[in-house]
């Protein structure tokens, strides 16, 4: 059961008379010197106050929040700061500088939603899943909001759309079939990336890390690592592994975001908030946090669907990725074991939506596989914002680029 906010006190001038009703006048002290913004009270009960950016100048061991697009990061976020009183930075925030990319930042690198922007600034990783069957949608509601944005500031433009734009679903529709196949694959080797200590699944051209045209992605057996994990600092393999589904849990939700205060409590340069209050912390984030989430964003559900066939080829992924990670030499990684657990309830989720299909016999309309529907999808998918990013006209005004990539153009196109 969860210890509940104090609505009786809801300011933090009146810490003193709590410590006095309940009999301990030195209790205040305590409280301010342990915590600064969120406040844990004599009397069991909790405050959320709002974080703030980590301090410049302060040795630190930081800390990467690492998760596919629309994993559940605002979330786990926002839980982060009512334990710690940081704010997590972006590693997308083009209006910030290196310098402000400290403390706990998110990212989605190495997807193409993602950059590299905190040099050596991190040490440590914690890795964040959830269900493709909801993280693909979600995914394309995200960009759907900000316009298909394919930079910082056109992104930055329409970030007040976040979590209130409804995508059309033809839209939905035709991104779901031009990009599924590779959607699925940037899914599981974001895991791999973590998982495997930087695994590199892309040409070094590539800078999209998207396999677009002329690029394709690198086979399996020819991959190397990621230069950012040979050198710099961070250590790119998680410390642990914790899933969307648990966080947003009534019940699983505490002790999910526990794991994450575990990591944090003891790291240089971080307070974090004691253990006995946590409970009582998470709910009050929930209840007080002011940032905008809808746990069922719109495009996750409903019409916002995947074929059947589709379906079956997610399933075949996941528990592919589950088969990998839970035997040889990862059965006694016990990253590795908790992964393999969320992966099992996935499967297990796509698994019925499958059997929902075939007992209802309502399968999702699925388009004819010819030859002018894939040009339409081609033709819409140049004109978003993350289309033809390798277009010939734009790459060779690249001029120290276009050199190195010539040879892969046609002299036609």
């Given at each position: 059961?969860?210890?509940k906010?104090?609505?009786?006190?809801?300011?933090?001038?009146?810490i003193?008379?709590?410590?006095e009703?309940?009999?301990?006048k030195?209790?205040?002290?305590?409280?301010?010197?342990?915590?600064?913004?969120?406040?844990?009270?004599?009397n069991?009960?909790?405050?959320?106050?709002?974080?703030?950016?980590?301090?410049s100048?302060?040795?630190?061991?930081?800390?990467?929040?690492?998760?596919?697009?629309?994993?559940?990061?605002?979330?786990?976020?926002?839980?982060?700061?009512?334990?710690?009183e940081?704010?997590v930075?972006?590693?997308?925030d083009?209006?910030?500088?290196?310098?402000?990319?400290?403390?706990?930042?998110?990212?989605q690198?190495?997807?193409?939603?993602?950059?590299?922007?905190?040099s050596?600034?991190?040490?440590?990783?914690?890795?964040?899943?959830?269900?493709?069957?909801?993280?693909?949608?979600?995914?394309?509601?995200?960009?759907?909001?900000?316009?298909?944005?394919?930079?910082?500031e056109?992104?930055?433009?329409?970030?007040?759309?976040?979590?209130?734009?409804?995508?059309?679903?033809?839209?939905?529709?035709?991104?779901?079939?031009f990009?599924?196949?590779?959607?699925?694959d940037?899914?599981?080797?974001?895991?791999?990336?973590?998982m495997?200590?930087?695994?590199?699944?892309?040409?070094?051209?590539?800078?999209?890390?998207?396999?677009q045209?002329?690029?394709?992605?690198?086979?399996?057996?020819?991959?190397?690592?990621?230069?950012?994990?040979?050198?710099?600092?961070?250590?790119?393999?998680p410390?642990?592994?914790?899933?969307?589904?648990?966080?947003?849990?009534?019940?699983?939700?505490?002790?999910?975001?526990?794991?994450?205060?575990?990591?944090?409590?003891?790291?240089?340069?971080?307070?974090?908030?004691?253990?006995?209050?946590?409970?009582?912390?998470?709910?009050?984030t929930?209840e007080?946090?002011?940032?905008?989430?809808?746990?069922?964003?719109?495009?996750?559900?409903?019409?916002?669907?995947?074929?059947?066939?589709?379906?079956l080829?997610?399933?075949?992924?996941?528990n592919?990725?589950?088969?990998?990670?839970?035997?040889?030499?990862?059965?006694?990684?016990?990253?590795?074991?908790e992964?393999?657990?969320?992966?099992?309830?996935?499967?297990?989720?796509?698994?019925?939506a499958?059997?929902?299909?075939?007992?209802?016999?309502?399968?999702?309309?699925?388009?004819?596989?010819?030859?002018?529907?894939?040009?339409?999808?081609?033709?819409?998918?140049?004109?978003?914002?993350?289309?033809?990013?390798?277009?010939?006209?734009?790459?060779?005004?690249?001029?120290?680029?276009?050199?190195k990539v010539?040879h892969?153009?046609?002299?036609?196109?």
């Amino acid at each position: 059961m969860f210890l509940k906010v104090n609505k009786e006190y809801p300011h933090r001038r009146l810490i003193r008379d709590v410590c006095e009703e309940v009999g301990d006048k030195d209790a205040v002290f305590r409280v301010k010197k342990n915590r600064e913004l969120s406040i844990v009270y004599p009397n069991g009960t909790c405050e959320y106050t709002r974080g703030a950016s980590f301090p410049s100048g302060v040795d630190h061991d930081g800390l990467l929040i690492a998760g596919y697009p629309a994993s559940g990061v605002r979330l786990t976020w926002m839980h982060v700061e009512g334990l710690t009183e940081i704010l997590v930075g972006d590693d997308f925030d083009c209006l910030g500088t290196e310098a402000d990319r400290e403390g706990i930042i998110k990212t989605q690198y190495p997807h193409i939603e993602g950059l590299w922007s905190y040099s050596d600034n991190m040490k440590d990783v914690a890795l964040l899943i959830r269900n493709p069957r909801s993280a693909i949608p979600a995914y394309h509601s995200l960009i759907s909001e900000i316009m298909y944005a394919h930079d910082c500031e056109m992104a930055v433009a329409h970030q007040q759309n976040l979590f209130t734009y409804h995508p059309p679903v033809e839209n939905w529709t035709k991104w779901r079939d031009f990009r599924f196949t590779e959607e699925l694959d940037l899914w599981r080797w974001f895991i791999d990336f973590w998982m495997e200590n930087g695994t590199k699944y892309w040409d070094d051209l590539d800078f999209e890390r998207n396999g677009q045209t002329p690029f394709g992605f690198v086979e399996e057996g020819n991959r190397g690592r990621d230069l950012n994990c040979i050198h710099q600092n961070v250590d790119c393999v998680p410390k642990i592994v914790m899933a969307y589904e648990y966080i947003n849990d009534p019940v699983l939700g505490p002790p999910e975001i526990n794991k994450l205060a575990t990591l944090l409590d003891g790291r240089k340069g971080f307070n974090i908030i004691e253990e006995s209050a946590r409970p009582c912390i998470f709910e009050s984030t929930l209840e007080n946090s002011p940032y905008p989430t809808d746990v069922t964003r719109v495009g996750e559900v409903g019409e916002y669907n995947f074929t059947y066939t589709q379906l079956l080829e997610m399933l075949d992924m996941v528990n592919g990725v589950k088969a990998k990670y839970s035997a040889g030499i990862w059965d006694e990684n016990p990253v590795a074991g908790e992964l393999s657990l969320y992966l099992s309830l996935y499967a297990v989720d796509i698994g019925r939506a499958i059997l929902d299909i075939e007992i209802s016999q309502n399968y999702p309309p699925t388009t004819s596989p010819n030859g002018d529907y894939h040009r339409e999808l081609t033709d819409w998918f140049k004109n978003i914002g993350r289309g033809d990013r390798y277009n010939k006209a734009k790459v060779q005004s690249m001029f120290g680029y276009w050199p190195k990539v010539a040879h892969l153009y046609d002299d036609d196109t």
